[in-house]
């Protein structure tokens, strides 16, 4: 059976990075994998969302509703954005951190209260996680998408392939250790 | 060897294996990678053109120079081609000609959602279509053999799903086309109306021979399964297709999709009982398949509009209900895509908010943005150029009704040189006494910062000559008193500039000049530039939070700026009037 992960955020978040080192750990294992990417015009703060599916062999590269195994969220309005895309038993990801729109910044909208306590009731499977503060903790607020990546790599059950190579050849030499230290707490988590 | 590559990558790819020398495009969303990437190969010759019809004829002189050659652009880009494709239909090619087209179901990021599917029978050239990556790389080599072979340009259409998603592909070697030897051929290359008469059979006849090699290349295929259900297919709907049914229905998966094999399609639907076409947006495989008498399913269960996918096709012909999913009762906030902070357009159009009695018509861009509240600033986005040209038009009705608005027409730079020059001469030729304002970032910054004749860079990395754009706003003939260059950043300076305008009773061109804020030299310089708010003295008056800048936020009552975001380009400090916020940094 083929799986979906699709992974929702703000851009500017990292959450492309975050998707090919995934894919790429994918494509190591021998797995056939397709990903497809949306995200808005060159302004940052648009919403980008990838979709990645992997398997024996996959056709269309389109996760649709009620079909991701895995909804990452590295921002809680995006995690209700895209809550529908998550399949029945799934798993949610998501990151207890507020980016504000512009509606939100204006005052026109409010940005909604406890989207966590709302998440967590329906969805029998949540994961929440203070990946931003984990992040500044370990001394680079900027890992924090690879703290999730940790986290997303346990509960696909993949820990076994080998992501720090995968790391090494994605990230800048000079910020790899911080980056494989996050990792490591997201899959200590 | 196996890579993991996008669409446009593969494409790029198949055109260097295919020993392509030429290579020329304007950037436009799904399509720009491909340029982008081909680029990258120091044997090809690659160019951003001013626009896509140039971009295409440069294209068009290389095949008929003898080379491979290669246009890319996305699907409204082809409307702006549309007049060397026709016709080149007719000179055929010398090396061959692919022209790269991009569609965009679900308008992801265009101003419409045209199938460009069908220019392929109405401008008469072959068409191909790849369904992922292997095949875009693959079809991409095929399509210059093709065009040499049959003497025709290729359409290559590919949509945002094909472009953007990342599959695995089997790379090859680069095999070089070498350069033909270029014989003088007026017949052929020189479309006289006595000429082109003579060489319409030609094209007639060409279409024939392809409709045969049709309906047996390898392109269009069929994959046997139950044979209850046949689908007939192309593009990525095939995906969605084989992901809904599988193994349940058997298959006639079209790559070539002009001409089609219509023998082919008879034969497959004489053999299954009930038979479907899948195909995203226009009905372009069903009108075709209902003008050979079949009967079919299709776009009276499958949508017209919008993006398909494989649960849209369940729903549709599997009668399936929509999935049930979670639901929470909050609603996610609205998160529409705002210039960004510090962006060089922001001021001109805090200026222009002041202004009563106007009426803006803008084009496409970053500025484009300026549409969303709180600037709300357009009355109309149509197409490239049409900032200026319309704006000529609406003011001259505007004149007979005798309403008394002015008419701003907003451009940016790069759509300045696209199709704005021959806007802005007839402004000036129709005596216009609009106001045009080009909004001068120094890049193409919407489809992600290309270079363009502006920018004294050209798509190889080589320095190039600049054009400037107030020497060709001076020589095209508006007068030099009528002209304001000025720096955004300055507000009062813009607002002055703008007011003329407004005053003037002869056209009047504003030209903004600051390169934009996301340009990593530009965020270089600005680095620990930003501005902050001080508490004591804010009266909470909101007018720095009018300027639509996503930096600055009203967080339990008191203005706070986010200095991660914030490029100290100190709009909202000019707007307040209680000199409550201060800048840190030269
Ligand atoms: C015919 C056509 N080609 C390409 C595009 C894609 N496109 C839209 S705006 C734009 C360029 C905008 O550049 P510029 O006018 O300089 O404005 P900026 O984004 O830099 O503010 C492009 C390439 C299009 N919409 N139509
Ligand atoms: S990318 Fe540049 S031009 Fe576009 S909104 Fe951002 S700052 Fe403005
Ligand atoms: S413009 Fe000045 S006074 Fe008004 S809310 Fe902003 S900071 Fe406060
Ligand atoms: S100076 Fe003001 S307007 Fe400019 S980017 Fe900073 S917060 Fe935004």
Redesign the interface.
Known sequence: MNKSVMLVG?GGQGTILTSKIL??GL?GAGY???????H????????VTTHIKYGEK?????I????ADVLIAFEK??A??Y????K?GGI?IVSDHEI????????????????IE??T???ERTIVLQAVKLAEQLGNIRTHNIVLLGVLVKALGLEQLDWVQVMKDLIPEKVLEANVKAFKTGLAV | MKK?LTGNEAIARGAYEAGCLLAAAYPG?PSTEILENISQYSEIYSEWSPNEKVALEVASGASIAGSRALAAMKHVGLNVASDPMFTMAYTGVNGGLVVVNADDPGL??SQNEQDNRLVAPHAKVLMLEPS?GQECLDFVKAAFALSEEFDSPVLFRVTT?VC?????VEIGERVEAGIKPYVKDPAKYVMSPGNALKRHPVVEEKLLRAKDYSETCPFNRIEWGNRKIGIITSG?SY??A??VFGEQASYLKLGMTYPLPEQKIRDFAAQVDTLYIIEENDPYLEQQVRSLGISCIGKERIPICGEL???IVRRALLGET???????????????????AG?PHRPLYVALKKLKDIVVTGDIG?YT?GM???LSMLDTVICMGAGISSGIGFEKVNRMAGRKEKIFGIMGDSTFFHSGITSLIDAVYSNSNMAIILLDNSTT?????QENPGTGVNLMGQPAPVIDLVNVVKAVGVKPENIRIVDPYDLAETEKAVQEAYASQELFVVVTKQPCA?MKDVQKKREGLYCYSDAEKCKKC?AC??T?C?A???KNGTIHIDKA?CNGCTLCQQVCKFDAIAKVGE
Not at chain 1, 64 to 67: I, M, P, S, V, Y
Not at chain 2, 164 to 168: A, C, D, L, N
Request: net charge neutral; hydrophobic share 35%; glycine share 6%.
């Open positions: 703000v894919a790429e494509l056939d994998v397709k990903m497809s990417e949306i808005g015009m060159a302004q940052r703060g648009g919403s996959v056709n269309s590269p389109i649709n509703k009620g079909e309005v995006e209700l954005r809550l529908c895309h998550l029945a949610l504000y729109s512009q509606s939100v910044l204006s005052g026109t909208e409010d940005y909604p209260q406890e989207i709302s998440l009731q329906a969805v | 993991f969303t992801h990021s992922d799903r953007h998603s990342k599959s695995i990525i995906q969605h084989k992901e996918n494989a649960e929509e999935p049930k999913t979670y639901q929470v009762s909050q609603k996610p906030t609205a998160r529409p895509p705002v210039l960004c962006c970053c943005l969303v509240p709180p910054a919407m489809t992600g910062h996301l909101k939070l009018r639509g996503p600055i936020a009203m975001q």
